[in-house]
């Protein structure tokens, strides 16, 4: 086995005492490692991913580990709290890409992503809308529609409420309450996020790990997130 090294990282996992070098400043976010647990030892954390390589990493103090289970829209009900990344089209609807069900409130808000068309929204499910008759007739029109509500950025009583609530990073804000909407197209992936532990650390389990540098070079888990 040897030591992560990948080259789509500015870091290293555990670099090793005879390659040890100064470290490099640690950018502000790096993309998560994605792959299969190849073993756990109960410290050190192996995993194997898509390209063949084996990296391992030790886990944080405080690591959180999480599990995300299959789920459809008909599992969504109001008064759940979800985030969906979604882009928005020419005619402004916004359309799901991913559904994610939390057990709780956590960074409410609705704000742009990355590409200028996409935007994240985290939101109590105010409503669920599928039209039973028009599915069931098999007409067009039918898409699952999911409405929203949210504490953004904004002072309390603003007439437009967008942005995330400064005051809850993670967890329930207050001030402004906007509302959104979005249409939920077939195949969307819906998944809740539920409590793990390092018993689910079996292998062949997948899991996208997230990393942090320490002072002396070496990387360890900070989030585990295991899916089935």
Partial sequence: MRIWIQAAFA???IAAPAF???AAPRPPATPPVVGVVQSFDG???????????VGTATLASNVTISYNAKRTLADIKPGDFIASGGT???DGKIRANEIRI???VRGEG???MAKADQVMTNATVKEVMTNATVKQVGASGGVPVIKLSFHGAAAAGAANCTGRASDAPGGAGSGCVGETEFEVPANVQVVATLPGDVSMLKPGAK???NLMQGPDGAMSATR???SE
Avoid: E, N, Y
């Fill in 11 to 13: 870091t290293a996992l």
């Fill in 20 to 22: 040890a070098q100064p």
């Fill in 43 to 53: 410290k050190i954390l192996a995993v194997k991913m898509d390209d063949g390589s």
């Fill in 88 to 90: 928005r089209g020419a």
């Fill in 102 to 104: 939390f057990s709780g």
């Fill in 110 to 112: 609705q704000f742009p």
């Fill in 207 to 209: 899991v996208s790990v």
């Fill in 224 to 226: 585990i997130t295991i």
